[in-house]
């Protein structure tokens, strides 16, 4: 008995150790390791992101021996140039944890980067959007990609100016719910004010055009080089109802990010991410030095009458290089801590963008904002969470250039093409100058 004691008893201390070695940590409070880090909250103001490093740098980091240095803040177009970049270049040394786009990510190389799949268990995954996280797969299931916020489109107001003009015409934040209600408006606000001013600047005016499309039933509008079926007829009657717009000066492709033309008065709104919310100012400002309050008004999407209503699914999400198996711990500790419920909550309500893990969107009910404007956009975000369906961006090599190609394009065409218009030429042919335009990017 007292031998078959001792083998059980070796038996659990042997078991003990293994799982000891298998589960020890290389992680220390005496030698403590630094990721640097790029990412993209806060370009142009205060970044809540570097204000939670900080806080993790003075607590868990301290604590398990791990200290985050951000070292680049930048768009996140500019970000996945970087990376590109710099992987290419032995001089320049690749950021420990970097914030990207699936497409950006999938660019480096899945053998480049870490599985978070290795890192938050099925357990764990099951309590976020499994949307979001399919959004930062690679086709061979590898992780790459974690979600820390998502954004989408929908319509941010002048609320000053916006009561002027309801008030003299009689048009309501209830007609700007459908694409053909917006662009009524839209072209009523031009005509109260004399042909001088648009209504609206649009960020990506190409999804506007997509998801009413779709809503129409447009279907599969791509080509298998990742470029648009011009044979689509929906597709194409979706963009000429946008061109038309455009052609009269009634809309405009915004000069990068609408919210400062907001803000200058040159429009009323603009059509773009929940993330703008960060960079608009509490008045407007217009050319002849008045100002006055801003009263931010936020609406969801337009969507197509009698349709079911889709929304994009926009947002960048954590990557980590691979080194080091310390610095993976370390990368993996830091996203855990990063992605925990409530910090989460209080991170995205602070920068315009929508949780992440499930049944967030219960809480913000619960979030007292001190700014009104965030407390709409919360409001227009979970109806949208609520009635829309998401739809995630493309992964198309190239096809973002080709996008900002077709921006830059139109907008040399609509400073010439309302005065066209105003002199009496066909709206319909000016429209059609847009899709010759459209079909010529290759």
Not at 180 to 190: H, L, P, S, T, W
Not at 197 to 214: G, S, W
Not at 378 to 392: I, S, V
């Amino acid at each position: 008995m007292k031998k078959q004691g001792y083998a059980i008893l070796m038996a659990f201390i042997l078991i003990f150790a293994l799982t000891g070695c298998g589960n020890k940590s290389l992680l220390s409070a005496k030698e403590p390791v630094e990721l640097t880090m790029w990412h993209v909250y806060g370009e142009q103001a205060g970044s809540p992101m570097d204000t939670l490093v900080e806080e993790f740098n003075r607590t868990e980091g301290k604590e398990k021996g791990v200290r985050v240095k951000v070292t680049e803040l930048s768009s996140a177009a500019k970000i996945g140039g970087f990376l590109l970049e710099t992987q290419g270049d032995s001089a320049q040394e690749m950021p420990d944890l970097f914030t990207c786009h699936i497409g950006d990510a999938i660019a480096l190389g899945e053998d480049n980067l870490l599985d978070w799949n290795d890192w938050f268990t099925e357990q764990e995954q099951s309590e976020f959007v499994s949307g979001f996280l399919a959004d930062g797969k690679a086709d061979d299931g590898s992780l790459l990609v974690f979600p820390l916020s998502k954004s989408t489109q929908l319509l941010m107001l002048n609320g000053t100016g916006f009561a002027r003009f309801s008030a003299a015409t009689g048009v309501s934040y209830n007609d700007l719910s459908t694409w053909e209600g917006f662009y009524d408006a839209a072209g009523k606000f031009y005509d109260w004010t004399n042909g001088t001013e648009p209504f609206c600047a649009m960020d990506y005016p190409i999804r506007a055009v997509e998801l009413n499309a779709l809503e129409h039933g447009a279907e599969d509008f791509y080509t298998e080089d990742g470029w648009y079926d011009f044979d689509n007829a929906v597709f194409k009657e979706s963009w000429m109802q946008f061109a038309r717009a455009l052609a009269q000066g009634h809309i405009v492709v915004s000069d990068l990010y609408s919210n400062t033309q907001v803000m200058t008065g040159e429009v009323l709104s603009g059509l773009g991410s929940s993330a703008a919310i960060l960079y608009y100012n509490d008045t407007v400002t217009y050319e002849d030095g008045r100002s006055e309050p801003m009263d931010l008004q936020v609406v969801p999407m337009p969507m197509t009458a009698g349709a079911e209503p889709l929304m994009t699914q926009a947002g960048v999400g954590l990557c980590a290089y691979k080194t080091t198996e310390q610095k993976a711990e370390a990368a993996s500790l830091f996203a855990h801590w990063l992605t925990e419920k409530q910090r989460n909550l209080d991170f995205v309500t602070s920068t315009g963008y929508m949780p992440v893990r499930n049944g967030a969107f219960d809480s913000i009910d619960e979030v007292e904002f001190a700014d009104p404007g965030y407390a709409n956009l919360y409001t227009a975000l979970k109806t949208m969470q609520e009635t829309y369906t998401p739809l995630a961006e493309v992964r198309f090599t190239d096809y973002y250039s080709r996008v900002h190609t077709l921006y830059d394009g139109l907008r040399q065409m609509q400073q010439e093409l309302p005065r066209r218009a105003a002199a009496g030429e066909d709206v319909e042919a000016l429209a059609e100058e847009t899709w010759a335009l459209f079909r010529s990017i290759q």
